[in-house]
T-cell receptor
Framework: QKEVEQNSGPLSVPEGAIASLNCTYS??????FFWYRQYSGKSPELIMS????GDKEDGRFTAQLNKASQYVSLLIRDSQPSDSATYLC???????????FGGGTRLMVKP | EAQVTQNPRYLITVTGKKLTVTCSQN?????MSWYRQDPGLGLRQIYY???????DKGDVPEGYKVSRKEKRNFPLILESPSPNQTSLYFC?????????????FGSGTRLTVV
C-alpha cells in the first residue's frame, strides 16, 4: 500500500462546478497535510495546509481532514479553466521534514 | 524576490561523469530538500536537511550525495550518474518542519543521462 494515495484522474468538471479531490494516507501518526498545484512543465506550488480535523477555507479552496479515516480532501468551488492542473497531496510523517507526496490527480475544467 | 534557484535547468550527460546540481534559497529557510519526479512514480524525496551540517536520507537516496555547508545552499551530487537517474529534479525549502513544512520549490532541473 502506498503511503499517500490519490486517484490519478483525469477528473473532468464543467466551469463553475465544484471539483472534489481526495487523498488517503497510511501512517496514523502523520501530523501535517498539504495540497499543491502543479501546472504541466512547472514546479509544484503550495495551495493550502491543514493540521486539525475539520474544514479549512481559503478563498475558493476548502481543505478537509479526517484523521480517524486517514482522509484529506480539497474542494475547489466555482472551478475555472485556469484551475486545470495536477493536484498533489503531501503528508508530513514526522515532526521533521519527511514530506511524502501522492501521485497527484489531474483536474480538467472545461469551459 | 523570495525564491529557490536551481541550476542548470537542463542537463544532458554521459554515464559515470560526476555532476552537481546547485540549489540556493534567499528566504533564510532552515529546511531544504531534494525530490525527483518520474512519470507514474510522482515526487520522491532523495535527501533533506534540517540545518547546516544536518542531512538525512529520504526515500530514494541511492546514487546521490548532498552537503549543507551554508544555510542557503544545498547542492545535489551524482558521483557516477546512470541512465536510471534520468529524471526531473526539484529542490525545495521550508521555514521549519512539522506544521511549517510547506515547501517552496525551485523551477526544476531536467537531467538526462545517456
Amino acid at each position: 500500500q502506498k503511503e499517500v494515495e490519490q486517484n490519478s484522474g483525469p477528473l473532468s468538471v464543467p466551469e463553475g462546478a465544484i471539483a472534489s479531490l481526495n487523498c488517503t494516507y497510511s501512517d496514523r501518526v502523520s501530523q501535517s497535510f498539504f495540497w499543491y498545484r502543479q501546472y504541466s512543465g512547472k514546479s509544484p506550488e503550495l495551495i493550502m495546509s491543514i493540521y486539525s480535523n475539520g474544514d479549512k477555507e481559503d478563498g475558493r479552496f476548502t481543505a478537509q481532514l479526517n484523521k480517524a479515516s486517514q482522509y484529506v480532501s480539497l474542494l475547489i468551488r466555482d472551478s475555472q479553466p485556469s484551475d486545470s492542473a495536477t493536484y498533489l497531496c503531501a503528508v508530513n510523517r514526522n515532526a521533521g521534514n519527511m514530506l511524502t507526496f501522492g501521485g497527484g490527480t489531474r483536474l480538467m475544467v472545461k469551459p | 524576490e523570495a525564491q529557490v534557484t536551481q541550476n542548470p535547468r537542463y542537463l544532458i550527460t554521459v554515464t559515470g561523469k560526476k555532476l552537481t546540481v546547485t540549489c540556493s534559497q534567499n528566504m533564510n529557510h532552515e529546511y531544504m530538500s531534494w525530490y525527483r519526479q518520474d512519470p507514474g512514480l510522482g515526487l520522491r524525496q532523495i535527501y533533506y536537511s534540517m540545518n547546516v551540517e544536518v542531512t538525512d536520507k529520504g526515500d530514494v537516496p541511492e546514487g546521490y550525495k548532498v552537503s549543507r555547508k551554508e544555510k542557503r545552499n544545498f547542492p545535489l551530487i551524482l558521483e557516477s550518474p546512470s541512465p536510471n537517474q534520468t529524471s526531473l529534479y526539484f529542490c525545495a525549502s521550508s521555514f521549519s518542519g512539522g506544521r511549517n513544512s510547506g515547501y517552496t520549490f525551485g523551477s526544476g532541473t531536467r537531467l538526462t543521462v545517456v
